[in-house]
């Protein structure tokens, strides 16, 4: 009877939803959820090792932010900031400036979704230099506004038909510490890496046109990648003698994701302007721009406002979830069990063939499934047949990037409740050596 619930529900969506809003993993119907825990429509439970796409950093339903939801829905559910004010957006703006990095006067602006806050970036950067282009890096995602399209290189899906895409975007390496540049298996040197920019400024895109960089620290869709130690302070170096901002898009990897309240500050490098969104508000839809004052600035109204953006109850959502960062001390909590969790998976690097790499700070941990260990080569069938054992044993985990089990459970999941995810994970990698989990039909699965 219940399992007919789940293949109505899939069946509805087939019929009714199109298929560009969804990556097909698992018929997961969720009914509810809470902490690091998802109870689907049958009743079966499951620990959570995707956080809704690192949207749930503080967990799932957490009393505070449920209870600040209903008190502010009791009292006005929206006025939009296009022309009025209202206290838990200016409340929330003065905290977001206080907690996001960088020694310099700051200013904030809402939006709706990650997206909005990547194409607001490209504007304001665009307002305040004067300068047309905008360099990102390849295997970069953005997000799904024309803006963040165009600066997102992960997936032909996202760019096919729809051209075409923003003028004025390059793209250059990602400075990954795994694998080298155009397939080689090692990773480069920083100066190998930033070759590729030096050489488009000495031949096809003048520095002093050139608006700003936009960074992922962290490249999170691209396969949780780590950047070679020293590459981002040497970039900030050579932007500041260009005159070139630099935008940091935190979407995936800011909050509390890496242990820090942003991921910049794990790097000896001042953004000019941070995008935040996904866990700002607890998963209620919202994002945010906090950038200098001066090139806030540079734009006026209506260049970037959006009717229902800075919804107070969002504001208060997200007021309440930085409380919750603050008074359960989490994000010094994620950084220790992020710590944990990395020593066990590194043990695993050495034990099983196809663990290549495990990488990442605080929760934010890529492992990254080989078919050999010296080529490094990707073995996405192995990953999602990892994937689809954990999900079967009450574990929902994704492969991104093909061969990359994304490990980003909500900050406040228990440390029990880590070890019971690494349990089952090890079961899984222990299946695919053994070739136990070949009954998998993974085809058309995953991005
Ligand atoms: C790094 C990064 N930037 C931007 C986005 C887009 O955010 P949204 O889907 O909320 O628009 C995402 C979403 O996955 C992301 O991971």
Same mark, same amino acid.
């Given at each position: 009877?219940?399992?007919?619930?789940?293949?109505?529900?899939?069946?509805?969506?087939?019929?009714?939803?199109?298929?560009?809003?969804?990556?097909p993993?698992?018929?997961?119907?969720?009914e509810?959820?809470?902490?690091?825990?998802?109870?689907?429509?049958?009743?079966?439970?499951?620990?959570d090792?995707?956080?809704?796409?690192?949207s749930?950093?503080v967990?799932?339903?957490p009393?505070?932010?449920?209870?600040?939801?209903?008190?502010?829905?009791?009292?006005?559910v929206?006025y939009?900031?296009?022309?009025?004010?209202?206290?838990?957006?200016?409340?929330?703006?003065?905290?977001?400036?206080?907690?996001?990095?960088?020694?310099?006067?700051?200013q904030?602006?809402?939006?709706l979704?990650?997206s909005d806050?990547?194409?607001g970036?490209?504007?304001?950067?665009?307002?305040?230099?004067g300068r047309?282009?905008v360099i990102?890096f390849?295997? =970069? #995602?953005h997000? /799904?506004?024309? %803006?963040?399209?165009?600066? $997102?290189? &992960?997936?032909?899906?996202?760019r096919r038909?729809?051209?075409?895409?923003?003028?004025?975007?390059f793209?250059?390496?990602?400075?990954?510490?795994?694998?080298?540049?155009?397939?080689?298996?090692?990773?480069?040197?920083v100066?190998?890496?930033l070759?590729?920019?030096?050489?488009?400024f000495?031949?096809?895109?003048?520095?002093?046109e050139?608006?700003?960089?936009?960074?992922?620290?962290?490249?999170?869709d691209?396969?949780?990648l780590?950047?070679v130690?020293?590459?981002?302070?040497?970039l900030?170096?050579?932007?500041k003698?260009?005159?070139?901002?630099?935008?940091?898009?935190?979407i995936?990897?800011?909050f509390?994701?890496?242990?820090k309240f942003?991921?910049?500050?794990?790097f000896?490098?001042?953004?000019?302007?941070? =995008? #935040?969104?996904? /866990?700002?508000? %607890?998963?209620?839809?919202m $994002?945010? &721009?906090?950038?200098?004052?001066?090139?806030?600035?540079?734009?006026?109204a209506?260049?970037?406002?959006?009717?229902?953006?800075a919804?107070?109850?969002?504001?208060?959502a997200?007021?309440?979830?930085?409380?919750?960062?603050?008074?359960d001390n989490l994000?010094?909590?994620?950084?220790?069990?992020?710590?944990?969790?990395?020593?066990?998976?590194?043990?695993?690097?050495?034990?099983?063939?196809?663990?290549?790499d495990?990488?990442?700070?605080?929760?934010?941990?890529g492992?990254?499934?080989?078919?050999?260990?010296r080529?490094?080569?990707?073995?996405?069938?192995?990953?999602?047949?990892?994937?689809?054992?954990?999900?079967?044993?009450?574990?929902?985990?994704?492969?991104?990037?093909?061969?990359v089990?994304?490990?980003?459970?909500?900050?406040?999941?228990?440390?029990?409740?880590?070890?019971?995810?690494?349990t &089952?994970?090890e079961?899984?990698i222990?299946?695919?050596?053994n070739?136990?989990?070949?009954t998998y039909?993974?085809?058309?699965?995953?991005?």
């Open positions: 009877m219940q399992e007919d619930k789940v293949q109505k529900v899939i069946e509805h969506d087939k019929k009714y939803f199109a298929k560009a809003g969804r990556i993993y698992y018929p997961l119907v969720i509810s959820a809470h902490g690091a825990t998802l109870t689907d429509v049958n009743g079966k439970s499951y620990i090792l995707l956080s809704s796409a690192s749930q950093n967990g799932h339903t009393k505070k932010i449920v209870e600040a939801i209903k008190k502010q829905a009791e009292k006005m929206h939009t900031p296009a022309y009025m004010h209202h206290e838990p957006l200016s409340k929330l703006a003065e905290r977001l400036c206080q907690l996001s990095p960088g020694s310099f006067e700051k904030v602006l809402f939006g979704t990650g806050a990547v194409d970036m490209i504007k304001f950067a665009r307002g305040f230099t047309p282009y990102s390849t295997n =970069a #995602y997000g /799904s506004t024309y %803006g963040s399209i165009t600066a $997102s290189t &992960i997936s032909l899906n996202m038909k729809i051209g075409p895409l923003l003028p004025g975007f793209h250059i390496p990602y400075p990954d510490a795994y694998r080298g540049m155009y397939g080689a298996s090692n990773a480069n040197t100066d190998e890496y070759a590729p920019l030096k050489e488009m000495e031949t096809y895109v003048p520095a002093e050139v608006a700003c960089i936009l960074i992922e620290t962290f490249q999170g691209g396969g949780l780590e950047p130690k020293g590459y981002f302070e040497a900030s170096e050579l932007c003698e260009h005159g070139i901002l630099l935008a940091v898009d935190d995936q990897q800011g509390g994701r890496t242990g942003s991921s910049v500050e794990h000896d490098i001042e953004a000019d302007l941070i =995008a #935040y969104g996904k /866990s700002i508000a %607890g998963g209620m839809p $994002s945010a &721009i906090v950038g200098r004052k001066e090139v806030m600035d540079a734009l006026d209506p260049a970037h406002l959006f009717t229902t953006g919804n107070p109850v969002c504001c208060e997200a007021l309440a979830t930085i409380d919750i960062l603050e008074e994000i010094a909590e994620t950084a220790r069990k992020g710590q944990r969790v990395k020593e066990q998976l590194q043990q695993w690097q050495t034990k099983y063939d196809c663990v290549g495990v990488r990442g700070e605080g929760l934010s941990i492992i990254d499934i080989v078919t050999d260990k080529n490094k080569t990707k073995d996405a069938e192995a990953a999602l047949k990892i994937c689809n054992y954990c999900f079967d044993h009450g574990v929902v985990i994704i492969a991104i990037a093909g061969s089990l994304r490990f980003q459970p909500p900050l406040v999941i228990t440390d029990d409740e880590l070890d019971q995810a690494l &089952i994970l079961s899984a222990q299946g695919v050596e070739g136990e989990l070949d039909q993974v085809e058309g699965q995953g991005w």
